[in-house]
């Protein structure tokens, strides 16, 4: 059996504002395995990306701050080291492939410099080396051209040749985990299939885990070893891939499942969970997706469900499945 590489134990995120307290990842436990595609699933603003920001320690402060909880990067609490001591992890053990490369690349640099200053920085790499080992990793990634790509600028190339040079920045160092937040949310659906297929790919030849976050259960589905589905700051439900599509528990999971389009559909018109995700400086007391669900129960009105276990690998928070195991 694979051992944890990442482990989320019971981690509290907020955020401090004028107005109240945003409780963005709220007691968040899971972990990824080594070599594991983790996908991380749910609504816009659910805490999936601040999840992600909280396993780099890049939450702004004032006026985030993680206030509770343990995250664990083999074995070790990334939450006790120093500043130094993280800048030495991240780009190099743990990478980052963002939503939108247009404004994440730094526009007055070329690609190679800003692959390059990867490479110095962890791989102690003088200028020509780095140069060098930029072209290696952009023929990598599929990039025609390499000697000449790595001279450009981020605005002279598209969109897909973007998001491929931003994933050769990520995975220069060859880290061990790869977090991808949106990969394919920009790009039109062929470059989306490339890009899945780079990031398999890589995956396989670099034996990298991935947290992939997306909104997109097709992309889950073709992409994803284990899935965690996040609401309101929350983990309502955490299953494998294949269990999660043929057996969802939770309401929300079911409904999102629903929302997706689907080739022989009945009707003309898409499925959508009724209602609106609770303002996040007010939330109740109860169950969060209870003003939306269509099975909703006294006890779900009066006190908040646990996330317990069902079965092997399997768990859910809903009172609808009262028998489990507390996890």
Not at 101 to 127: A, D
Not at 131 to 153: D, F, M, Q, S, T
Not at 200 to 213: H, P, T, V, W
Not at 245 to 270: C, E, N, W
């Amino acid at each position: 059996m694979a051992e944890n590489l990442v482990e989320f134990k019971n981690v509290k995120t907020y955020f401090f504002t004028e107005e109240g307290t945003v409780k963005a990842v709220d007691d968040v436990s899971f972990a990824i395995q080594e070599g594991q595609t983790l996908g991380v699933v749910g609504e816009s603003g659910c805490g999936k990306s601040v999840a992600a920001m909280s396993l780099l320690r890049l939450i702004p402060n004032p006026p985030g701050k993680i206030v509770d909880g343990q995250i664990l990067f083999e074995g070790k609490s990334l939450l006790d080291l120093s500043e130094e001591e993280m800048r030495s992890i991240r780009g190099n053990d743990i990478s980052v492939i963002f939503q939108e490369p247009m404004t994440s690349l730094n526009p007055v640099f070329t690609i190679g410099e800003q692959i390059g200053e990867v490479l110095i920085l962890h791989q102690n790499m003088n200028h020509s080396e780095a140069n060098r080992k930029a072209v290696e990793i952009l023929k990598l990634v599929g990039i025609p051209r390499a000697e000449e790509i790595v001279n450009c600028y981020p605005h002279e190339l598209s969109g897909g040749m973007r998001q491929r040079a931003m994933i050769a920045m990520a995975i220069a160092c060859n880290p061990k985990l790869l977090i991808a937040d949106e990969p394919t949310t920009a790009l039109d659906v062929t470059i989306q299939a490339q890009i899945l297929d780079l990031m398999r790919g890589l995956k396989e030849q670099l034996n990298s885990a991935i947290m992939l976050i997306t909104h997109d259960l097709g992309v889950i589905a073709e992409m994803a070893d284990y899935v965690v589905v996040m609401y309101c700051g929350k983990v309502v439900e955490a299953a494998p891939v294949r269990e999660l599509f043929a057996h969802p528990l939770h309401p929300y999971t079911v409904g999102l499942l629903q929302s997706k389009p689907a080739i022989h559909q009945d009707t003309d018109r898409l499925y959508s969970i009724p209602g609106q995700v609770p303002n996040p400086l007010h939330l109740p007391a109860d169950c969060h997706f209870s003003p939306r669900c269509g099975k909703v129960c006294s006890q779900c009105r009066e006190q908040e469900p646990p996330l317990i276990t069902i079965s092997e690998g399997h768990r859910v928070a809903c009172w609808l499945y009262g028998e489990g195991k507390i996890s």
